[in-house]
């Protein structure tokens, strides 16, 4: 006994227990991108620094995180952080331009390119992430989701350089160098499994895995060339026996697919209705979603009854998590957050006791 008090207790647990389909008091409510630019806060924090730099500085990620609670109540917590941090601590150049996104001035183009790629190691190189959430873990009294980009989705940024519309060099070297490509998959699906692992011992209490481009595929090659490094993943991480998120963006025809990927939740983006998506990966897994983040742009008359739609799609089943389709955009008026967070509680207060 070192006499050290543990962390403060959890005072609320709706939302691991939605992610394990438990019954709850009141459906949980965060939201992708939290933390960031819509809050003056926030800007404020980050002034002129370099998003990346700032992930390496933990007193400044605590921070970050904590802001967006300190505004609203919020069921989770997600640290602050990039997928591409991990990317750079492999040795990759990597710069994250304001307005732009993610941009490797070197991209990946040839096998021989992906055969010198070695892959992360945690502990040994973003310890900054760690020490992060266990500084967090002193704070909270809420969950803390750790997360990661998909390979997929870095793989996408290493190829095309940067962001892409139609990710067409990935999806070209797929097909003309399917080797290299599962190397590639293998090497970042290996580096995913040991940055998550490490959060989760670190303290984080649930793990969400951003495969934010990987709608760009039809199902087919989403079978062939990304399923299998989602399912090592998975599979790779059950044992820690924290609740795992599967996300993507216009993944509605690739549902099915990333329910068995192995996730026990799957976070759904705004072009399918909550009830149908549901229906696709199956009742018997929980969802995240699944609010237009756009339309949170707009006056709250217009965002109420969008919400209202989602609860009432969601249909007071066990495991629903409240969320937007995607990141929180900067511009959102922030009274909007907060009034979403008090109507997605009180509309799903439940009268029986949980
Ligand atoms: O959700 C949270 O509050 C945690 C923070 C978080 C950030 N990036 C901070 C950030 C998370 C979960 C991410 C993940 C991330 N980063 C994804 C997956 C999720 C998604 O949006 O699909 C992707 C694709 C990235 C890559 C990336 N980083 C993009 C596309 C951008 C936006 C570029 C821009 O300026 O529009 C970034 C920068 C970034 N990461 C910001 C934040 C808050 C923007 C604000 C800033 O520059 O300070």
């Not at 067409?168 to 290996?190: I, Q, V, Y």
Request: negative net charge.
């Amino acid at each position: 006994m070192d006499g050290s008090p543990g962390p403060p207790q959890v005072t609320t647990d709706r939302f691991l227990r939605a992610c394990r389909l438990e019954p709850v008091d009141r459906t949980p409510v965060w939201f992708m991108r939290q933390a960031g630019r819509y809050l003056p806060e926030y800007r404020q924090l980050r002034r002129d620094r370099d998003i990346l730099e700032m992930c390496r500085h933990p007193d400044l990620v605590v921070e970050a995180t904590l802001q967006p609670l300190r505004r609203m109540p919020l069921d989770a917590a997600i640290l602050f952080s990039d997928i591409m941090v991990p990317v750079a601590a492999m040795g990759i150049e990597v710069r994250v331009v304001p307005g732009v996104g993610p941009v490797v001035p070197n991209p990946i183009r040839s096998a021989e390119q992906v055969y010198r790629l070695s892959p992360l190691s945690a502990e040994a190189d973003v310890p900054f992430v760690m020490e992060a959430i266990e500084l967090l873990r002193k704070e909270l009294t809420i969950p803390l989701i750790g997360f990661s980009g998909a390979p997929f989705t870095l793989a996408s940024y290493l190829i095309e350089g940067g962001a892409s519309r139609n990710h067409e060099r990935t999806k070209s070297f797929m097909h003309s160098e399917p080797e290299a490509w599962n190397d590639l998959m293998a090497t970042l699906a290996g580096s995913v499994l040991s940055y998550l692992r490490a959060q989760a011992q670190a303290g984080a209490e649930a793990l969400q895995v951003f495969d934010s481009w990987a709608g760009a595929l039809d199902p087919d090659d989403y079978t062939l060339f990304v399923l299998p490094s989602m399912r090592q993943i998975f599979e790779g991480l059950a044992e820690l026996d924290v609740p795992l998120i599967h996300f993507g963006v216009g993944t509605g025809e690739l549902l099915a697919l990333m329910r068995d990927a192995g996730a026990g939740v799957i976070g759904v983006d705004w072009r399918v209705p909550l009830h149908e998506a549901w229906e696709r990966v199956g009742f018997d897994v929980a969802v995240q979603g699944n609010l237009d983040p756009a339309v949170c742009l707009a006056p709250w008359e217009a965002v109420e009854p969008k919400a209202l739609a989602v609860l009432r799609r969601a249909a007071g089943r066990t495991g629903h998590i409240f969320n937007l389709g995607h990141g929180v955009l900067p511009g959102t008026p922030v009274e909007n957050l907060q009034r979403l967070v008090e109507l997605v509680h009180v509309r799903t207060e439940r009268t029986e006791p949980a």
